[in-house]
């Protein structure tokens, strides 16, 4: 399994972007993909998940402001992310779990400017 992040950049804060996370492998519409962020000198923060049937789970920190989505066909996950703040600088990093591993993209840096 591969995972290839796109999207980061730079925007002002109040701004958007959509990060797209394709899949290659082995991937099942029955397991979970989503994104995590880590910021210099923080821990890694769950953003979004969203299982196999749709369940969708949301960071505190995000939730009204982001949306995950995925499309099991394409084996892509996205995260639209609106209303960004400062705080949201971090490198986000695309992530799916089947029943035994934990996989992960390379990371795409995000950039929030006040």
């Known amino acids: 399994v591969q995972l290839q992040a796109y999207g980061g950049g730079l925007v002002q804060a109040g701004g958007s972007l959509r990060l797209s996370c394709v899949a290659s492998?082995?991937?099942?519409?029955?397991?979970?993909m989503g994104w995590y962020r880590q910021a210099p000198g923080k821990e890694h923060e769950l953003v979004a998940s969203?299982?196999?049937?749709?369940?969708?789970t949301y960071g505190d920190s995000v939730k009204g402001r982001f949306t995950i989505s995925r499309d099991n066909a394409k084996k892509t996950h996205d995260l639209q992310m609106n209303s960004l703040k400062p705080e949201d600088t971090a490198i986000y990093y695309c992530?799916?779990?089947?029943?035994?591993?934990?996989?992960w993209g390379q990371g795409t840096q995000v950039t929030v400017s006040s």
């Open positions: 492998g082995n991937i099942f519409s029955i397991h979970v």
């Open positions: 992530w799916y779990a089947d029943a035994i591993n934990d996989f």
């Open positions: 969203i299982s196999g049937g749709g369940k969708i």
